[in-house]
């Protein structure tokens, strides 16, 4: 399992743009998919704030409205644990949703 550094500055190295999160974020469970009998494998979010998920584990595209059941270690990013997050998507007000596969979860970072 690794860990997820955080501080919250875009980097340009090469040709990519990366996001690295600093103190003053928390990470949020929104979507507990063992509970949905999901996998969630990558998220967007829609302009009315539902969520798109791709479910890896049923083969199906699902749209779901928060909020939804959660229960993983949530906190500031060096404590919650992610496992193998496949995709991520970056909303309007600036929260990243992450499809964290392996815990069957969708994790919002977002301000304290």
Not at 69 to 87: I, Q, T, Y
Request: glycine letters at 8%; a negative charge; charged letters at 25%.
């Amino acid at each position: 399992m690794r860990n997820f550094v955080i501080d919250l500055t875009k980097w340009h190295i090469s040709d990519r743009n990366f996001l690295q999160f600093e103190s003053g974020y928390v990470v949020e469970t929104v979507l507990e998919g063992s509970k949905l009998g999901i996998d969630p494998y990558t998220i967007e979010v829609s302009p009315d704030g539902e969520f798109l998920i791709l479910d890896s584990q049923n083969n199906n595209i699902l749209r779901l409205t928060p909020p939804l059941s959660r229960c993983h270690v949530d906190g500031r990013p060096k404590d919650a644990r992610f496992n193998h997050p496949k995709g991520f998507t970056i909303d309007d007000s600036g929260n990243v949703y992450v499809a964290d596969t392996m815990n069957m979860a969708i994790r919002k970072i977002g301000d304290e």
